[in-house]
C-alpha cells in the first residue's frame, strides 16, 4: 500500500477490524519510510451493475444518486443517515446478488419506494413525487391511498 505522504510502498497493518457491517476491512497503517499513519478499506469487487434508464441509454450504478434522492425525501423526518446509507448498503447487495447485472430503473424506484413506505409516509410521497413524476394533488392522494391499503393488507395478514 502506498504512503498517502511520501509515496513509498512499505507499510505496516497496525491495527484491523470489520467495517460497513462486515462487508469490508478497515486497516491503520504505519509507514516505515515516515512513519505517517494513515487508513485503508478493503473490500470485495464486485462487477458493476447496469443501469438501464427510462429513456434506453444504459449507465453503471451510481449508490451516491439514490442516496442523494434519499437524503431530499427524508429532510425533517427524522430519519437518520446512517438508516438512509444502510438502505442504500441493502439495496446495493440485493442487486449484486442477482443473476444478470442488468437492472431496470424503475425497479430500482420501486425496491426504494417498498423501503421508504415501511419507514416514513411523508419521505415515501417526496421520493414518489420526483420518481413517478407527479402532475398535480390527485397523484398525492393516489400515493397516499396505496401506502394506507398496503398497511391494512399487512395488518390483515398478521
Do not use: W
Amino acid at each position: 500500500m502506498q504512503c498517502p505522504s511520501c509515496q513509498n510502498t512499505d507499510s505496516r497493518v497496525l491495527e484491523s477490524r470489520a467495517a460497513d457491517a462486515g462487508r469490508s476491512v478497515r486497516r491503520r497503517r504505519e509507514c516505515l519510510h515516515c512513519d505517517f499513519r494513515f487508513t485503508t478499506y478493503e473490500r470485495v469487487e464486485t462487477v458493476p451493475i447496469t443501469v438501464l434508464k427510462r429513456n434506453g441509454n444504459r449507465e453503471t450504478f451510481n449508490r451516491s444518486k439514490i442516496l442523494n434522492g434519499l437524503t431530499m425525501a427524508c429532510q425533517k423526518t427524522g430519519l437518520e443517515q446512517d438508516r438512509l446509507e444502510s438502505m442504500v448498503n441493502e439495496l446495493e447487495l440485493q442487486l449484486q446478488q442477482r443473476s444478470g447485472r442488468e437492472v431496470n430503473s424503475a425497479e430500482i424506484g420501486e425496491m426504494v419506494l417498498d423501503q421508504l413506505s415501511e419507514m416514513s409516509e411523508v419521505a415515501y410521497v417526496r421520493f414518489a413525487s420526483v420518481y413517478r413524476h407527479f402532475r398535480g394533488i390527485n397523484d398525492f392522494v393516489a400515493a397516499l391511498e396505496g401506502i394506507h391499503a398496503n398497511k391494512e393488507q399487512l395488518a390483515a395478514v398478521r
